[in-house]
């Protein structure tokens, strides 16, 4: 069974700090699916980013970047010069690609707070 | 705005009413879920539909009743709910299962509150 840890359950920032988020998955498959959700204050999960299991080329979109390493099993988002916005639960997910359970295994979730 | 909508916001009932969530989504998927979150503990996933039939049944209590007439519409079917099922319930959908068709599209939820 596959399984995703986000071991930090609450991080507390300054704006315009850098900031990077944990998530460490388990699975046998070697095809899979990688995704990360931010749910802010208004209760809606936005889906932020999918990266396969065969694409380890890290990516950057704005101020948020993602660094996938498989060694690690791991998929860490970073978020630079965060903003008070950035506030929310951060949430990484896992989904088996072929021949497995198509059911999204979620991480408990970053609460992560950033004051003015 | 969000593709996907759901209604109401917020509902309280007490032990022995029969209420109901709905939920749309607009962008064409296949895929819907309903998902459950409660306070200091995980989302948890309810139940999975896909092409308006259920493929997932996460264990969950028959008080919830979950209905999806078409690919477009959800509904979650509520009676004789206990207090613990308090929480704020989430609906999603996506244009598949499979994980390169499996990024989801979350509404607003609806918060519950059992009295």
């Known amino acids: 069974a596959q399984k995703v840890t986000q071991a930090q359950t609450e991080i507390s920032v300054v704006e315009k700090e850098d900031v990077t988020l944990d998530c460490v998955y388990e699975?046998?498959?070697?095809?899979?699916?990688l995704f990360w959700y931010k749910q802010p204050p208004s209760g809606e999960l936005v889906f932020l980013i999918r990266?396969?299991?065969?694409?380890?080329q890290n990516e950057i979109s704005g101020r948020y970047s993602w660094n996938f390493q498989k060694s690690t099993s791991s998929f860490n988002f970073t978020i630079t010069a965060s903003q008070v916005v950035d506030s929310a639960v951060y949430f990484c997910?896992?989904?088996?690609?072929?021949?497995?359970?198509?059911?999204?295994?979620f991480g408990r979730g970053t609460s992560l707070i950033v004051h003015p | 705005e969000t593709g996907v909508t759901q209604t109401p916001r917020h509902l309280v009932m007490g032990m022995t009413n029969k209420k109901s969530l709905k939920c749309e989504q607009h962008?064409?998927?296949?895929?819907m879920y309903w998902y459950k979150q409660s306070a200091k503990k995980p989302l948890e996933l309810m139940f999975v539909?896909?092409?308006?039939?259920?493929?997932e049944n996460n264990s969950v209590p028959s008080r919830f009743s979950p209905e999806c007439p078409n690919s477009s519409h959800l509904f979650l079917h509520l009676h004789t709910l206990q207090p613990e099922d308090s929480a704020l319930y989430l609906c999603?959908?996506?244009?598949?299962?499979?994980?390169?068709?499996?990024?989801?599209?979350f509404g607003p939820g609806t918060r519950l509150t059992v009295l």
């Open positions: 997910a896992l989904i088996l690609g072929s021949g497995g359970s198509y059911i999204p295994t």
């Open positions: 539909y896909n092409f308006k039939e259920q493929t």
């Open positions: 962008l064409g998927h296949n895929a």
């Open positions: 699975t046998r498959d070697t095809t899979y699916y």
């Open positions: 999603a959908s996506s244009h598949g299962l499979a994980g390169d068709r499996g990024e989801q599209f």
């Open positions: 990266r396969n299991s065969f694409d380890e």
